[in-house]
């Protein structure tokens, strides 16, 4: 069963949105939000507090099982879709499971 992972460059919103599309999928067996298990480093006091760069878009994984190949293709060209039209990136990586 094909497991995929994706970044989403975006906000809550538009998170939402792509996880609410995903259950919408017939074929899809689990979608999950995944913490971030790295952390940021990022210090209140740290020289770069405050700085635009820190105040972007948020960063959002989504975890997919999908019961077959064909089903996660599926996945990808409707998430890819809806990306353009939210204006948002995302990224995939894929687990054979």
């Given at each position: 069963?094909?497991?995929?992972?994706?970044?989403?460059?975006?906000?809550?919103?538009?998170?939402?949105?792509?996880?609410?599309?995903?259950?919408?999928?017939?074929?899809?067996?689990?979608?999950?939000?995944?913490?971030?298990?790295?952390?940021?480093?990022?210090?209140?006091?740290?020289?770069?507090?405050?700085?635009?760069?820190?105040?972007?878009?948020?960063?959002?994984?989504?975890?997919?099982?999908?019961?077959?190949?064909?089903?996660?293709?599926?996945?990808?060209?409707?998430?890819q879709e809806l990306a353009l039209e939210l204006d948002v990136f995302v990224?995939?990586?894929?687990?054979?499971?």
């Amino acid at each position: 069963m094909p497991t995929l992972r994706l970044r989403i460059t975006g906000s809550e919103d538009d998170a939402r949105a792509i996880s609410n599309l995903l259950l919408s999928l017939d074929g899809i067996e689990h979608v999950e939000e995944v913490d971030d298990l790295m952390s940021h480093l990022d210090d209140d006091d740290s020289s770069s507090a405050g700085l635009s760069d820190d105040e972007g878009p948020g960063t959002h994984e989504l975890e997919v099982e999908a019961g077959n190949d064909s089903t996660a293709q599926k996945v990808r060209d409707a998430v890819q879709e809806l990306a353009l039209e939210l204006d948002v990136f995302v990224e995939f990586e894929e687990d054979e499971g």
